[in-house]
């Protein structure tokens, strides 16, 4: 079995850190009706995500990686669900979309060599900076990467989306996206913060910062 290289996941990886980092910094938990608030783990834009959506997809994640805390799961889990909505907004204000085949070649890539979707799930969770993608939410993932190549393309300062001005180009459009975003966490879940992303309101929290939160 092909483990994933450093040169497979560096692009991607770097923009998703960057991109949470910069939401982290400006995405405020506000309050909320009891209606909107009632079976959702989150709202974004007024879209739920419900608590029983991420339930499940923690428990199968659960049972492809077991011995994992479940109360970090599913805040990481979650925080995945949140900047894939994130993501979206980014793309659509840029005019750039990740169609169903080309997210299939992407993923046909590079399932053959890591096991299938449960030896990628089981993969990313065992990295350095775990990275924590319920098996129903692979072809999301696969999304988000081509999504995230997509963005930093077309962001991109003379052509080269890796150059530092590129990134700080990439970070300031999506720090505005964040802004202009409504993001709506349920206190069962935490709150978002400066520095450490989705945060429980109960002692522990999370071991990773923000900018380490969902790479991938």
């Known amino acids: 079995m092909t483990r994933l290289s450093?040169?497979?996941?560096?692009?991607p990886t770097r923009v998703a850190a960057l991109l949470v980092a910069a939401l982290a910094a400006v995405v405020a938990l506000s309050g909320c009706g009891e209606q909107e608030k009632l079976g959702s783990a989150a709202v974004v834009d007024g879209h739920p995500i419900s608590t029983d959506q991420l339930q499940t997809a923690t428990n199968d994640f659960l049972k492809v990686v077991p011995g994992q805390d479940t109360a970090n799961a599913q805040l990481r889990i979650l925080e995945?669900?949140?900047?894939?909505?994130l993501i979206d907004k980014e793309a659509a204000d840029l005019g750039v979309h990740a169609s169903p085949g080309q997210v299939a070649r992407a993923r046909d890539r590079?399932?053959?060599s890591v096991g299938g979707k449960l030896g990628l799930v089981r993969q990313l969770a065992a990295g350095q900076q775990p990275i924590l993608v319920p098996p129903s939410y692979v072809d999301r993932w696969f999304k988000d990467r081509v999504l995230y190549t997509k963005i930093a393309q077309k962001l991109a300062v003379?052509?080269?989306?890796?150059?530092?001005?590129?990134?700080?180009?990439?970070?300031?459009?999506?720090?505005?996206?964040g802004r202009s975003m409504d993001v709506e966490v349920s206190p069962r879940y935490g709150t978002w913060n400066s520095k450490r992303g989705l945060t429980p309101l109960v002692s522990g929290g999370?071991?990773?910062t923000a900018a380490e939160i969902a790479k991938g």
């Open 158 to 177: 003379n052509g080269d989306p890796t150059s530092q001005q590129s990134v700080n180009a990439t970070t300031k459009a999506l720090i505005n996206t």
């Open 80 to 85: 995945r669900m949140i900047l894939s909505r």
């Open 6 to 11: 450093r040169r497979t996941l560096s692009r």
């Open 110 to 112: 590079l399932l053959p």
């Open 206 to 208: 999370l071991s990773k």
